[in-house]
């Protein structure tokens, strides 16, 4: 009798630790070695010197069984090809389903480039030993992220609060007065015949994971929000820019030990130079601006009941741009001299984009739109490229969940994608979209879509 209680006690128990919620996290140096190709620059540059490190941080969730992986690089973004092969990976080394994972970067401009298909990779002689060298490795470092952090996997509670973060984010496009092109990050504009494109947005998204024990451990943190990482500038030395600042001084303050990953918002059209002031601020500067407002927001963390993790992706195909044949002889003009000759940002980007289009008309142009939910307040929505804010406030005006937190440059990227009202302003993130007007809200559709079916599933 005594030896049947027993078991039935050992067999509750088990039970009960079966259905806990569990979390783990991890990070990996994903520093590249000295001559490394760089990102972000319509130019070769190889990398000398580490500012800070690179890390591939991971946080996985489990619950009965069900894991979601969320992963974000210190890298400008993410390719197709890396993040199958990483998912690919993680599947065979962590027995998690590929599809389960979501691969995002933080958009730093100070990080490898990977490459893409195009003229940008003679541009950036992604395809040299170096490059081929880090790309080669980097699925490898992603598993081992994930890997560590399933090892690390504990009873965990999951608490979110919303933090504000003004003043730091800019729209960069500027609307002038009498001009039908917006302007393009100008040093400043004047207020009596400028103004803003579009608008900010100021949410920092605070996601905390503790231990399910009375200490309550600090696990892990996810922040969000929505900025281009330039602020280091156009050298050659290694930096996760804000991010890297914003997501240390987290684990400072609220948890020695803990993971703090930071995912990019919807900040295609948006950067943290000043046009009202004309004034840009240092790394640090943001990186402690975004912490301060965490630390804001922190007291105000609410724990949510968590579920089994419910994830759902779908690959959209896009409609690719259309160009007449005198935009792609001026595109071919411009290219055949781009390697000797500085024709400036905005005329080399429209170049290579439209070289790119017409190679690949043949070719779909394929968007994957994720959702990770595991509570009826939280979901995490990626979208695979530099997404305009409109389209990411949107999303967030109207998702069935308290708390949406958006992941751009996701498990591949297309570049930009702006909003349709945009589209007619022209300028840098015009010409540089492959997808044609009306794909942003296309994408914003989709998720809205996965988001009511992960709200509605049981």
């Known amino acids: 009798m005594i030896t049947r209680l027993l078991f039935c006690l050992f067999f509750v128990t088990l039970s009960a630790q079966a259905g806990d919620f569990r979390v783990g996290a991890a990070q990996v140096d994903i520093t590249p070695k000295d001559g490394t190709p760089l990102g972000g620059f319509y130019r070769f540059r190889g990398s000398a010197g580490v500012l800070d490190p690179l890390f591939a941080k991971t946080i996985v969730v489990e619950k009965d069984g069900t894991h979601a992986v969320i992963v974000v690089l210190d890298l400008s973004g993410t390719v197709r090809p890396v993040a199958a092969a990483a998912r690919q990976a993680i599947q065979e080394q962590c027995g998690i389903e590929g599809d389960h994972v979501m691969i995002s970067g933080t958009h730093t401009h100070t990080g490898p480039q990977q490459p893409r298909g195009s003229l940008m990779d003679d541009l950036t002689k992604v395809n040299s030993p170096p ?223 439209i070289l790119e289009t017409v190679a690949k008309q043949d070719v779909p142009l394929l968007a994957e739109v994720q959702v990770i939910a595991f509570s009826d307040e939280l979901a995490i929505v990626s979208l695979p490229g530099e997404i305009f804010v409109e389209l990411g406030l949107a999303l967030k005006k109207v998702s069935p969940f308290k708390h949406t937190l958006i992941a751009e440059l996701a498990n591949g990227s297309i570049g930009y994608v702006p909003n349709r009202e945009a589209y007619p302003q022209g300028n840098y993130e015009i010409v540089s979209a492959r997808c044609e007007a009306g794909s942003g809200e296309k994408l914003v559709e989709v998720a809205l879509k996965l988001l009511s079916e992960v709200k509605m599933a049981k």
């Not at 504000?164 to 960069?172: H, L, P, Q, V, Y």
């Not at 092109?181 to 905390?208: H, I, S």
């Not at 030395?237 to 020695?256: C, M, N, Q, W």
């Open 131 to 353: 490059g081929v060298a880090y790309i080669s490795a980097l699925p490898g470092l992603i598993a081992q992220s994930v890997k560590e952090a399933k090892v690390k996997l504990a009873p965990a509670k999951v608490s979110v609060a919303t933090g504000k973060a003004e003043g730091i984010s800019f729209n960069r496009r500027v609307l002038r007065e009498g001009v039908k092109e917006a302007l393009w990050q100008p040093q400043k504009f004047n207020p009596a015949t400028d103004r803003p494109a579009g608008p900010v947005d100021p949410e920092v998204g605070v996601v905390a994971f503790h231990g399910a024990g009375a200490d309550a451990t600090p696990l892990a943190s996810l922040l969000n929000f929505a900025m281009h990482p330039t602020s280091v500038g156009g050298g050659v030395k290694i930096s996760a820019d804000y991010p890297g600042v914003f997501t240390k001084l987290v684990s400072e303050r609220h948890g020695p030990g803990m993971i703090s990953v930071f995912a990019n918002g919807c900040c295609g059209n948006i950067n943290h130079n000043d046009y009202f002031a004309g004034k840009r601020r240092s790394t640090l500067e943001l990186g402690t601006s975004l912490a301060d407002a965490t630390t804001a927001a922190w007291p105000s963390l609410k724990a949510v009941a968590t579920f089994k993790p419910r994830i759902r992706s779908e690959q959209v195909t896009l409609n690719r741009r259309t160009y007449t044949e005198a935009e792609i002889a001026k595109a071919r003009d411009i290219a055949a001299n781009m390697f000797t000759k500085n024709f400036g940002t905005v005329p080399m980007a429209e170049a290579v984009c």
